[in-house]
């Protein structure tokens, strides 16, 4: 079945710490990828997207991916995270064919940074 | 408005009653989509309406639930005869087109006694 997958479903890390958090999808064909991130009692916001371009994305709060066409992935990273990192992430894709409009989502990662 | 807005944020319900919770999206936003938010079951697709077609429903769990939208703005969620497995939080988003950003609110948290 075609899916998401993103590695780690809970990690913890200290302030000042590097994140990769990793995604691969099994779509054949052209996708929308897209990271969500949901901080407590919030709601969804999105961190970055690609469609086309550039693999290397940058997004907000100093987050960036790059796609990787050859794995399928679309791994998320932060160089140096804070304690309001703390949240929940979210993979997601829109295959551009047969799915439209359909956001596919990971099962998502639980960060927690430590002060 | 400013996002998209949904309501009411909290709904608690008996098995059984019916339920309808609303959307309201980003003014200009031709997609509006439906998710539900779960422990078990993480995000999943429901519903979209993409302008004047014909809604893609194949995400819908059950014939108890509907969804309709009017006027290309509001949408509802309708959920006949709940049960327990329906509580969730149940997600909007919208978007300028079906391959563009979806912008969520911040959902309403279905509870079924």
């Known amino acids: 079945a075609q899916s998401v997958s993103q590695h780690n479903h809970h990690v913890i890390l200290s302030e000042a710490a590097s994140l990769e958090l990793g995604c691969n999808y099994s779509y054949g064909g052209t996708v929308n990828l897209f990271w969500y991130v949901q901080y407590p009692g919030q709601h969804l916001q999105l961190l970055l997207k690609y469609f086309s371009g550039d693999p290397l994305v940058k997004g907000i709060k100093g987050f960036e991916a790059e796609f990787i066409k050859s794995k399928f992935s679309f791994n998320l990273r932060k160089p140096s995270v804070q304690w309001s990192d703390t949240a929940e992430y979210f993979c997601?894709?829109?295959?551009?064919?047969?799915?439209?409009?359909?956001?596919?989502f990971g099962a998502g990662t639980q960060v927690v940074v430590t002060p | 408005g400013a996002g998209v807005s949904q309501s009411p944020s909290n709904k608690v319900t008996e098995k059984g009653k019916d339920v309808e919770l609303r959307c309201d999206p980003i003014s200009g936003h031709t997609a509006l989509y439906w998710y539900r938010q779960s422990l078990g079951q993480g995000l999943e697709f429901l519903i979209y309406?993409?302008?004047?077609?014909?809604?893609?429903k194949s995400g819908l769990p059950s014939d108890r639930f509907s969804a309709e939208r009017t006027g290309g703005s509001v949408s509802t969620l309708t959920i006949q005869r709940t049960q327990q497995e329906d509580s969730a939080v149940y997600l909007c988003?919208?978007?300028?087109?079906?391959?563009?950003?979806?912008?969520f609110g911040p959902g309403t948290r279905l509870t079924v006694l």
């Open positions: 309406f993409q302008g004047n077609s014909a809604p893609d």
């Open positions: 988003a919208s978007s300028r087109s079906v391959l563009d950003t979806q912008y």
């Open positions: 997601a894709v829109i295959p551009r064919g047969g799915s439209w409009g359909k956001l596919q």
